[in-house]
Nanobody, 122 residues
Framework: QVQLVESGGGLVQPGGSLRLSCVVS??????IGWFRQAPGKEREGLIC????????YSTDSVKDRFTISRDNAKNTVYLQMNNLKAEDTALYYC?????????????????WGQGTQVTVSS
């Protein structure tokens, strides 16, 4: 069984940056991705990275600002978020990706962690 633990969230000013970490334990061949959920909004898939080939995919909403990377030696996947905006405020989760595509609300995740809060505010 795969377990995922996110960390790195916090309060940041608009235009600032944060790096989230996701430690993955257990065996999986699934891609690992990040999604977020804000109060009153749908869950939104954002970006993912292939476990076998390292290829990445991101939705247009974050394509120019968020990047994903992984450190296999540490079993950790990172989400680098730059030029953060107030609308990026949400609870961020990492998870195993069952399906993804251009529409973030259509992404499916198999397992995910407890989430880490990101708040963008001045």
């Amino acid at each position: 069984q795969v377990q995922l633990v996110e960390s790195g969230g916090g309060l940041v000013q608009p235009g600032g940056s944060l790096r989230l970490s996701c430690v993955v334990s257990g065996f999986t061949l699934d891609a690992i991705g990040w999604f977020r959920q804000a109060p009153g909004k749908e869950r939104e898939g954002l970006i993912c990275i292939g476990t076998r080939d390292g290829r990445t995919y991101s939705t247009d909403s974050v394509k120019d600002r968020f990047t994903i990377s992984r450190d296999n030696a540490k079993n950790t996947v990172y989400l680098q978020m730059n030029n953060l905006k107030a609308e990026d405020t949400a609870l961020y989760y990492c998870g195993t990706v069952d399906s993804y595509g251009p529409v973030g609300s259509d992404w499916d995740f198999g397992s995910w962690g407890q989430g880490t809060q990101v708040t963008v505010s001045s």
